[in-house]
Structures are given as structure tokens and as C-alpha cells.
């Protein structure tokens, strides 16, 4: 077997790249060590392909290996290959060229889970529970390895046909989809949820993130706003600069937005509000959850280090981190971690040290010991390394065991799906519930489903058993033991009945965006959100949210 021409190049390049380390860093053996590591790696790619019993595929081998490696160091430096370049581009400008729909697996079959406002999927026809069948004629089945999302994607007016299977009609639906730009909204919602309070959704920091808060702030104070709820729960982050702008927004021209330090000291910089803001009096909530990141803690941040505003939630996530893009050879790319950022008072939010990781491999976030203390603008203490926490603390709900068996089978998705069909409109999404006879045709639905799970309680019985059976306990508490099982076994039955408006709730959200999409589900979660509901009580005890911002 020959070696291939470009792995004989790349095993010689990195031969001199040795040879050059060999002789210009034989003093330095940081240089050293770089150069024999590529060595061995560059010979040990040509033995791999020399001799291995079978065919190897020298990209995937590649970027297998350039994965690990990166993984080794934190999460968000990583390698993009030629052929991931259009996704990075949609991480960072949120647009791409496709019809805007979301399609994900579900037992084998290639769901439509969403389909996005304004785009040439919803102007088709395609509906949410749609199955993609084929796509230009293409069946879906007989290629296992394929990404229908990728399939969809492709030069803007071309046009790919879709057969789709729709529920309660026996014929597949054939369709036509003009392909165009499909631009991913930062904000995919925002609209008053009182004569007073406007509300603000604000999901992603791409590159229109900063000019699509301002439109919707200066739409809503036109329509009478005199206080704001920013929500950045479930946002990841994205670009710093949407974030400086964002903060921007907010106070004061000049004022210091980040800082962000890293080992170029040619790259540190303090970045500040260059514009005029677009208010700096009206009073404002920030809701956050512990996946509320990056960028979404710097607004957060910033909010809270110039007493501009109460955060209301959970804590940050807690990554301090930046990211700078390299440009690779052969339009390939390393997104890497180069600072970390400093917020106006001085902290890093960054909770998890990934410098000095345990004997497994693991991280752990940095212990309350090592934590200090800073001061907002107004004198309020606040400390470093753990995101940031909210002003006022909303206890995080966690799902039941049956709402998160019911959601993980789909069967909620499912019976929104049929209901969808059955019934031609409802309500707008505010005002839209289900009645107890929906709620009671429901669990009919769901008495010929499959679907089954453990309570915590179910869990913690049984590691009760096996710490008696393994203390030789027992046969002394074995009967207690039966008791408490029979008690605490859960019925289905009985739990549909005990977490009737958990379960309710759901089924509303799902449902009402089978009718108006993202802003459905959004406006069907307004009336049991709790962050919302304390954001609400807040603005309507303005002596205590100004106590907040003034107590030390």
C-alpha cells in the first residue's frame, strides 16, 4: 500500500517543523517538547496508515484526535473542519440559507418539531408533527447517516420538494419550498404583559442582537412601557460585542461595560459604552437561570454592578471565559479560549477551574473559600466565581418524574399534534386553557401509551434496601420496608390526577405553539412562570426594588 501523497506531505512537514524545533529551541525545551510531539505524531498517522488491518478515513482520524485534545482543555475551544464552516456561521450571524424549520429523530422517523414565523417553511404549508418522508425524492429511511437539516439547506431560491406524512390524512403531502436567508431572531418575542410592564425575550447574542433589543424597547415604550423585564434565561451567550451594546443600552456613555485579560497582554482591553444610551431611569428586571451564560452574565452583570436593575431568578452559569477565532489552514478554524472577562466591579463570574482538573479527569467549581468580595456602584457586596446571583432568589422548579417521562416520549408533543388536527383554532395563546374534559381526553389518550418511570422516592428505597441487605440489616426491616413500598409505589393513575396542573401547563405551552409557534408557547408560559410572577409582585412594590438597589 502506498502512502498517500498528502500524508506524505503532512508527515514530512512536520518532520522539518521537528528539525526546526531541533535546532532553533534546542535550548528551550518547551519548544523542544512541541516539535518531538509532532514528530511522534506525524509518524505514528503514517504507521496507522501503512499498516492497519483496514481502510482508515484520514479526516475523521484527524479531527478525532484534534477533539480530544481540545477536550481536554475547556468546552468552548474547539476546531471546525471545512465542511462545519456554514454551521459556525450560523452560531455567529444566525442566518443561514434553508427553509426555517426544526426537524429531530423520534423513534426512527424525522419529525418537524418547529416551524419558524415568517419563513419559507410556514409560508409552504409545513406544520409542526409533520414526518419529512422524502426530500427530493430522496427516501429519508435509506440513509441512515444523513441530516435531514443539512438536506433542507442550500442556495437561496432553489426549491426542494418534501414529502411529508401528515397526521389524520392517509395520502402523503407533497410540498415545494423555496429556499431563502433564514435569519435566527435574538429575540424571538417581546410585547406588553401589562398596562405598565413591557416584556423582553432575549434568547441569543448573534450579530443583530444589540439593534433587535433596541427595536423592540423603543416599539414597546411607544406603547406605553414605563418598566421593563429583560429575560436572558436559557441563552448561552454569544458575541461580547452584542453584549457591550446590549449594556450599552442601559447606562451611561463611557461607562466600563468588561475588561478581559489573557496571556497576549497586547490583547487585554477594557471595553466601554461608546453610544448614548437609550434610557437610564426606567426601572428594569433581569430574569436569569443557571443556564443564563457568557454573554447573557455580562448584561446581567453590568445590570447589577451599576445598580441599573434587579436580577430576578437563579445563578449564572458561570463562564468567564472568551472566545477568538483563528483562521486555519485549508478554511478550517479553532474557536479558543484566549482572556477571561472582568465585569465593572471587578469580578470574574467564571465558577468552573479548568486549569487544575482531579486525578479522573474532572473539574470542580471554585469552593466559597476562594471567593471575594466586590461592590456594586450603590455599595451592595457581590462576589466572583460563581456567576452572578440574583438580587431576589426564585427556587428553580424541577420537572415530576411523570412530566419528564411524558415530555422525553413525546407524548405531550405527540398529543398536541392531534389536537392540533381536531381542532381548526383556539384562543390567542394568553388567553387559551384546557378544559377538564380536554384534560380528562388526555389521559384517556394515555391509557394504551407506554410510558413509565422512578420517583425519587422509589430510588431512595431501594439504595435503603441495599445498604441493609449489605449491613446485614434487612431481615429486621424488611417488612417496614414492604410497607413503605406498597405506600409510596407510584400509579400512574393517581399521579395524573396529583400533578393534574404541572401536566396541564405543559400541554397548554405545547399546544399553543402548534398554533402561533414561539410566541404560542411564550404567552402560554406567562400566567405560571414564577420568575415572572416575582418579577410582577416586584413592579408593583417599587419602595422594595429601589430597598434592593440601595441596601448595602
Not at 424549520?101 to 424525522?110: E, K, M, S, T, V
Not at 482531579?358 to 451592595?380: C, E, Q, Y
Not at 388567553?431 to 391509557?447: H, P
Not at 428505597?461 to 417488612?479: M, N, P, R, V
Request: proline share 4%.
Amino acid at each position: 500500500m502506498r502512502f498517500p501523497k498528502r500524508l506524505t506531505l503532512l508527515a514530512s512537514s512536520a518532520l522539518v517543523a521537528g528539525g526546526i524545533g531541533f535546532f532553533s529551541f534546542k535550548n528551550d525545551d518547551r519548544f523542544f517538547e512541541i516539535a518531538r510531539n509532532l514528530d511522534i505524531y506525524a509518524t505514528l498517522f503514517k504507521e496507522l496508515n501503512l499498516y492497519y488491518v483496514d481502510e482508515i478515513n484520514p479526516n475523521r482520524m484527524v479531527k478525532t484526535s484534534i477533539d480530544a485534545m481540545l477536550k481536554a482543555l475547556d468546552p468552548y475551544t474547539n476546531f471546525f473542519a471545512e465542511d462545519e464552516i456554514e454551521d459556525y456561521m450560523t452560531m455567529t450571524t444566525g442566518r443561514y440559507n434553508g427553509i426555517g424549520a426544526l426537524i429531530g429523530q423520534r423513534q426512527g422517523r424525522n419529525i418537524v418539531l418547529m416551524v419558524y414565523e415568517g419563513t419559507p417553511a410556514e409560508k409552504s404549508g409545513l406544520q409542526i408533527g409533520d414526518e419529512v418522508v422524502k426530500i427530493d425524492g430522496v427516501t429519508l429511511k435509506n440513509l441512515k447517516e444523513a441530516d435531514p437539516g443539512k438536506l433542507l439547506k442550500g442556495q437561496n431560491n432553489t426549491a426542494v420538494k418534501l414529502t411529508v406524512q401528515r397526521y389524520g390524512q392517509k395520502d402523503p403531502v407533497e410540498l415545494s419550498v423555496t429556499r431563502d436567508v433564514v435569519k435566527m431572531t435574538n429575540v424571538p418575542y417581546y410585547g406588553m404583559v401589562s398596562d405598565e410592564v413591557g416584556y423582553i425575550d432575549l434568547k441569543d447574542f448573534t450579530a443583530t442582537a444589540a439593534r433587535e433589543v433596541r427595536t423592540a424597547f423603543q416599539e414597546l415604550k411607544g406603547k406605553g412601557m414605563k418598566k421593563l423585564i429583560l429575560d436572558v434565561r436559557e441563552n448561552p451567550g454569544g458575541l461580547l460585542n452584542m453584549a457591550i451594546d446590549i449594556s450599552n443600552l442601559f447606562i451611561p456613555k463611557d461607562s466600563e461595560v468588561v475588561t478581559t485579560k489573557g496571556k497576549v497582554t497586547e490583547w487585554n482591553k477594557t471595553y466601554t459604552a461608546t453610544s448614548p444610551p437609550v434610557d437610564l431611569d426606567m426601572p428594569i428586571i433581569v430574569l436569569t437561570n443557571n443556564h443564563s451564560a457568557s454573554a447573557a452574565e455580562i448584561v446581567s452583570g453590568v445590570i447589577q454592578d451599576y445598580d441599573r436593575g434587579v436580577l430576578v431568578g437563579q445563578r449564572t452559569y458561570g463562564k468567564g471565559l472568551v472566545q477568538t477565532t483563528r483562521e486555519l489552514s485549508f478554511n478550517t478554524k479553532l474557536k479558543i479560549t484566549t482572556a477571561k472577562y472582568y465585569i465593572p466591579s471587578g469580578r470574574c463570574i467564571q465558577a468552573i477551574d479548568y486549569s487544575h482538573r482531579n486525578p479522573d479527569g474532572s473539574v470542580g467549581k471554585i469552593p466559597d473559600s476562594l471567593k471575594t468580595a466586590f461592590k456594586t456602584k450603590a455599595g451592595r457586596v457581590v462576589y466572583d466565581g460563581g456567576g452572578v446571583l440574583p438580587d431576589v432568589v426564585v427556587e428553580a422548579q424541577t420537572p415530576t418524574p411523570i412530566a419528564l417521562s411524558l415530555t422525553n416520549k413525546g407524548l405531550i408533543f405527540d398529543y398536541a399534534v392531534k389536537y392540533r388536527h381536531e381542532h381548526p383554532s383556539i384562543k390567542p395563546a394568553k388567553e387559551f386553557k384546557l378544559t377538564d374534559a380536554d384534560y380528562q381526553a388526555f389521559t384517556k389518550w394515555l391509557s394504551d401509551k407506554e410510558y413509565d418511570y422512578t420517583t425519587q422516592v422509589e430510588k431512595d428505597l431501594g439504595t435503603l434496601e441495599a445498604s441493609a441487605k449489605k449491613e446485614k440489616y434487612f431481615d429486621q426491616i424488611q417488612d417496614q420496608l414492604k410497607s413503605l413500598k406498597t405506600k409510596m409505589s407510584h400509579s400512574k393513575d393517581a399521579d395524573l390526577n396529583t400533578f393534574k396542573p404541572e401536566l396541564k401547563t405543559l400541554l397548554e405551552q405545547e399546544i399553543a405553539g402548534h398554533y402561533y409557534l414561539q410566541k404560542g408557547i411564550k404567552e402560554a408560559s406567562f400566567a405560571t412562570d414564577p420568575e415572572m410572577k416575582a418579577a410582577l409582585d416586584l413592579f408593583k412594590d417599587m419602595g422594595r426594588y429601589s430597598t434592593i438597589l440601595k441596601s448595602k
